[in-house]
């Protein structure tokens, strides 16, 4: 299948500080991306959709000055988390998928933890 | 609430058992997916099932989808160690932007050696 690679793994940072997570698609492209966060031991929640070229969609209660999002090109989007809070600390999972209706790809994840 | 609801949220079973875990769901679909989440990693596809279909096959998976119910299962025959894992089902958000995916609440097994 199609790979999704996500960058980093785990980061830890201070609060005040501003985070970036990288989502590449590595053999497709991806017109479309997602961002989801996840809270222990609960399901996947949708951040925001990512557009190439465009502003990225933000779902009902997500801040979108404080989860920037830029989908510079056909295979890499990012998000920066801005000014983390230690309430910020979660697991930050990317999606992309080949074709809609189609099975998604996800990258690895990313732990971001905030003290 | 537009997730999709798994039962049993937690199943622990014997390596060798088989494993049946329940998905439902609110809405029409065009296809149903099951993934597979080890513990603080990405998904990974397992199945996808369309909506004209009732019965998939993958290797050790089997997913059943009844559209009359909303409901679909997913049953892991001969279960290993290694299936150690949170599965979830997913299907399309008709009503979101781009559309994203759903996922239910998710089923934790534990399969012990």
């Known amino acids: 299948g199609a790979v999704v690679s996500q960058h980093p793994s785990r980061v830890i940072c201070k609060s005040g500080t501003s985070v970036k997570i990288e989502c590449r698609s590595l053999?497709?492209?991806?017109?479309?991306m997602f961002w989801y966060r996840q809270f222990p031991k609960k399901s996947l929640m949708l951040m925001a959709t990512?557009?190439?070229?465009?502003?990225?969609?933000?779902e009902q209660g997500v801040e979108k000055d404080k989860f920037l999002i830029n989908h510079a090109s056909l295979t890499l989007s990012t998000l920066t988390v801005t000014s983390a809070h230690p309430e910020d600390s979660s697991f930050y999972i990317c999606?992309?998928?080949?074709?809609?209706?189609?099975?998604?790809?996800f990258g690895q994840g990313t732990r971001l933890t905030v003290v | 609430s537009q997730q999709g609801e798994e039962d049993p949220q937690a199943l622990s079973i014997q390596e060798g058992e088989n494993a049946t875990m329940n998905c439902s769901y609110k809405t029409s679909i065009n296809n149903l997916q099951w993934y597979r989440q080890n513990s603080g990693r990405g998904l990974v596809h397992l199945i996808l099932i369309r909506s004209n279909e009732r019965e998939k096959h993958s290797g050790r998976l089997r997913v059943t989808l009844d559209t009359s119910k909303k409901s679909s299962s997913l049953l892991i025959t001969a279960s290993r160690a290694a299936d150690t894992a949170s599965y979830f089902c997913a299907r399309l958000n008709y009503g979101g932007s781009q559309g994203n995916l759903i996922f239910g609440k998710g089923t934790k097994l534990s399969v012990k050696p």
């Open positions: 990512s557009n190439e070229g465009s502003k990225a969609t933000y």
């Open positions: 053999d497709f492209q991806a017109t479309t």
């Open positions: 999606s992309a998928r080949v074709r809609t209706n189609t099975e998604a790809f």
